[in-house]
């Protein structure tokens, strides 16, 4: 007989470019995705949950200069043969939505969502295939006071998360300024164009000096290559740069400036015109130049958007993984895009929107030391006698009722010891003893588990005798005494 090959055992491993979310990180991001959404239903917008998988027609171009339907997403064929995937960001799934239903909501529609989105990129330190953004989009209106509210709302978003004024700037920009810079250079090859646009986006790495460089002849990098430039002359490169060094003192001086930069381009001066209406907007709310400005500098997102652009930027220092320091950077960025609906439609609909990265916010809380890294666990009520499980649910019940995290020990109660060490593995602040001896005197023991962890480290006999981590209550008086103890902590 042949003998049967034994399966091996799978890995216990996360895939590539994933990762586990524990504890206190699942409860954080809950609680500021509560936050954020708090905000955006004050502002008036409405929840949206769309499906997770979306066609590969819907998703549409998801990477620049990718055109193979199952590159950059997680696709697969369905029974039907139709080509499906998991949704690369939540903007596209809101086009297909209005478009599908669009006879029954309101215009504007003014959505908000929340939810992992997957991208089949290279993962790296970081940046994973899957995570979590948060959007707020207006849908079906064409002024730029959609665009102006979406700036304020970000605003009040970072603030009540937590990120104080002076921590953080909203940045402004249109996409329409850039194009009537381009309009003035009067290039008229797409691919000279691209490349211009390519050049451009590099701006916050290699700045204006290295910018002239690439639009030029060229520059050497770190680390030593040659890379070729655009080939413009320093005259055809001048819009560009007086474009993208245009920031002034206040909002006037720089719309001075960008108006002198495109020239005679109308789309260039409509752009400048919307750039000034939002300034008006924001100051008539009271969104001055310490939370959101106009800076030319941004210019997130070239090939998508097709107006006002805007970028959340923390400016606090860290230290990066060298030890050097650095500013944290963005974390929520957007913009309008009036060309997305139009796919299903045929007609042009006007929208925009933010999206928040959800994990990088995470990350600058943490920095700033407003979220604790490790999160309180549950009251433990342990067990000195199984055959008494009944009592000891009964307590568990009334701290529960009381509005406290509290459970039952339901590992083997034999080691009292076992007990107390799952306790402090859970994190746990206080923990329930009720034997044989505190049941016949109606009382129970309750241990301040915290205080006793502190006093372990570096109290004195006297120390411990003044402030007695453990204390005798009467039965009755159990929830009483767990909030008293947990309200100190």
């Known amino acids: 007989m042949a003998k049967v090959k034994k399966q091996p055992r799978p890995k216990a491993v996360t895939p590539k470019g994933f990762r586990d979310y524990f504890g206190a990180e699942v409860s954080d991001r809950a609680a500021m995705l509560s936050k954020i959404a708090g905000v955006y239903h004050r502002y008036g917008f409405d929840a949206l949950e769309s499906s997770a998988v979306e066609t590969v027609e819907a998703l549409g171009k998801f990477l620049p200069d990718v055109d193979r339907p199952n590159e950059g997403v997680f696709a697969w064929q369905d029974e039907d043969d139709a080509w499906v ?19 029954d909501l309101p215009l504007p529609y003014r959505r908000y969502a929340m939810g992992p989105v997957w991208r089949n990129e290279k993962p790296g330190p970081g940046r994973y295939r899957q995570f979590y953004q948060c959007d707020a989009d207006t849908v079906g209106a064409a002024s730029v006071a959609a665009d102006a509210e979406i700036c304020a709302m970000l605003s009040d978003v970072l603030e009540d998360v937590g990120i104080p004024r002076g921590d953080y700037i909203v940045r402004v920009n249109n996409r329409k300024v850039l194009n009537g810079v381009l309009e003035c250079m009067g290039l008229s090859d797409d691919g000279q164009r691209d490349a211009v646009l390519r050049t451009i986006d590099k701006f916050d790495k290699v700045g204006e000096a290295g910018v002239r460089e690439l639009l030029g002849k060229g520059r050497l990098d770190a680390s030593g290559a040659y890379i070729d430039g655009v080939g413009l002359s320093v005259e055809q490169a001048e819009p560009v740069l007086a474009f993208l060094t245009s920031k002034g003192a206040d909002a006037t001086e720089t719309l001075t400036k960008l108006r002198a930069a495109i020239g005679e381009s109308l789309i260039g001066a409509e752009g400048v015109d919307e750039l000034r209406q939002i300034a008006d907007l924001l100051a ?25 652009v805007f970028e959340a930027e923390l400016t606090f220092e860290i230290l990066d993984d060298k030890g050097r320091k650095r500013q944290f950077g963005s974390v929520a960025g957007g913009g309008r895009y009036d060309d997305l609906v139009k796919r299903f439609t045929g007609q042009e609909v006007p929208a925009t929107g933010v999206s928040i990265g959800v994990d990088r916010l995470l990350a600058a809380l943490r920095e700033k030391g407003r979220i604790q890294s490790v999160e309180s666990g549950p009251v433990v009520v342990t067990v000195m006698d199984r055959d008494r499980m009944a009592d000891y649910q009964a307590m568990v019940a009334e701290l529960r009722a009381a509005g406290i995290r509290a459970e039952v020990y339901l590992g083997n109660p034999k080691n009292f010891g076992n007990q107390l060490k799952y306790a402090d593995k859970r994190n746990s602040p206080v923990a329930v003893i009720e034997g044989g001896d505190e049941k016949a005197q109606g009382i129970v023991q309750i241990k301040d588990l915290i205080l006793g962890k502190q006093m372990a480290e570096n109290a004195t006999l006297e120390e411990w005798k003044e402030r007695p981590s453990q204390y005798e209550v009467a039965r009755g008086d159990l929830v009483a005494k767990v909030r008293e103890i947990l309200e100190q902590q």
């Open 85 to 103: 995937a998991l949704r690369y960001d939540l903007t596209a799934p809101l086009a297909r939505v209005y478009a599908q239903h669009r006879n």
């Open 284 to 308: 008539a709310q009271g969104y001055g130049p310490d939370r959101i400005v106009i800076d030319p500098s941004v210019v997130r997102g070239l090939g998508y958007y097709t107006g006002p």
